[in-house]
């Protein structure tokens, strides 16, 4: 809408109604701006269908990053929120209904797997859970009729175990049901081809890349995410639109970044897996990892998160191994430029018992660990010091 302005208003006027600048359409800005505005002006010619109105529901700078994320990822459409685990929360809402039953993995994401089991139940939506890739426990646990999604991750949280993603679509498809995969680990540059229906990253991760932002995405199917879209709106889980810059400028060197991720990753899993001290190391970029062969199949990279096991001769608990490392910090998160690492029985078990941590490789022993972007020198100086 024409602005008014008059310089002749009195000074608080003028402070709240500056003379508002926009390139012309011939001469944009080349960086994307931040829409730092929760208002937008309403044209009354336009239906309101078309127009910004209010930051909850859209603004153009999540907008852009929406449409590039789709894009990129090969998908139908996107929908940006404040977090990964809003993602999941909100696809696993707009989808589901009382009366409804979804089945998830035992390997998942902590916090999604008690929202699950935990919070859906008081919503009438019924869950079960079972072990990754065992098709037929997975078979005899859908309910013809009632089972409306199944959702797993792949490489999982903490230990890397790869689901076999042709085998579980193939399955729901015979079943009539939906299919998301939180594909964090991963990266959002891979598993473009498999027809998921929903496909959920943690943008916090290497979308971003600094550790700066938290962000979620949800990408696929059209007529599904408008369903979803509602809800995440109603949830109030809007991103602002400075997050969503953030991410943008993040992904410019993402594929430099991520390869970088890689090689350092590949040369640390390659360094553990040869160490005395050590006990067991998840990489599925190893070949006597159990999902080697299926990741070889269904990975572009093996993503650069390696957990490991020390030897109980040598460490009681993995503290006393974090304690000694000087340039890798005792963090939670990944997919950051510095290496992180942490225990993983508080971050990741906590929730399970004794005989289901075990059957996830998880003990006082284990660590899962990011591998960052410093030089391999001094990631592998610093293990190796630590574990002398
Ligand atoms: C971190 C993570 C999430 C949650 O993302 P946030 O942005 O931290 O909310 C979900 N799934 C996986 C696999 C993750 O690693």
């Not at 709240?16 to 701006?33: E, F, G, I, M, Y």
């Not at 498999?194 to 943008?203: A, C, Q, Y």
Request: aromatic share 8%.
């Amino acid at each position: 809408m024409e602005q008014h302005t008059n310089k002749n208003w009195q000074l608080n006027t003028l402070l709240n109604h500056p003379q508002r600048v926009s390139p012309k359409d011939v001469n944009p800005s080349l960086l994307a701006p931040i829409y730092q505005s929760v208002k937008y002006v309403v044209s009354p010619d336009l239906s309101f269908g078309d127009q910004f109105i209010y930051g909850r529901v859209s603004n153009p700078t999540i907008r852009q990053l929406e449409i590039l994320l789709a894009d990129i990822q090969k998908r139908e459409d996107c929908i940006v929120v404040s977090s990964g685990l809003a993602a999941i929360t909100g696809m696993l809402i707009g989808l589901l209904k009382a009366g409804d039953h979804v089945i998830t993995f035992k390997e998942l994401y902590k916090p999604g797997r008690i929202f699950i089991r935990d919070t859906l139940p008081r919503f009438g939506i019924k869950s079960s859970v079972v072990a990754l890739n065992d098709f037929e426990a997975l078979e005899k646990s859908i309910i013809p009729g009632e089972t409306k999604l199944i959702h797993f991750e792949s490489p999982t949280n903490p230990n890397l175990m790869i689901a076999d993603i042709e085998s579980i679509i193939k399955m729901a498809r015979k079943y009539n049901v939906l299919v998301s995969m939180d594909g964090t680990f991963a990266g959002l540059h891979q598993h473009q081809e498999f027809d998921i229906d929903l496909m959920i990253h943690s943008l916090t991760k290497f979308a971003n890349g600094h550790g700066d932002v938290l962000a979620g995405s949800i990408s696929g199917k059209k007529s599904l995410l408008s369903q979803i879209r509602q809800i995440t709106i109603s949830l109030g889980a809007s991103l602002d639109p400075h997050g969503a810059y953030l991410v943008e400028r993040g992904l410019k060197t993402y594929s430099l970044r991520v390869s970088r991720h890689v090689q350092n990753a590949a040369a640390v899993s390659e360094f553990l897996s040869h160490h005395p001290k050590i006990k067991k190391v998840f990489y599925p970029g190893l070949n006597h990892h159990p999902g080697h062969e299926l990741a070889q199949r269904q990975m572009k990279d093996m993503g650069s998160v390696v957990s490991f096991i020390l030897d109980d001769q040598y460490f009681h608990q993995a503290e006393d191994f974090i304690r000694r490392l000087k340039l890798i910090q005792y963090a939670v998160s990944l997919g950051a430029t510095e290496s992180i690492i942490c225990p993983t029985q508080f971050f990741f078990g906590d929730d399970l018992n004794e005989v289901e941590k075990e059957q996830m490789g998880i003990g006082k022993n284990s660590l899962r660990f990011s591998v960052g972007l410093e030089d391999e020198r001094d990631i592998l100086a610093d293990l190796e010091q630590a574990l002398r």
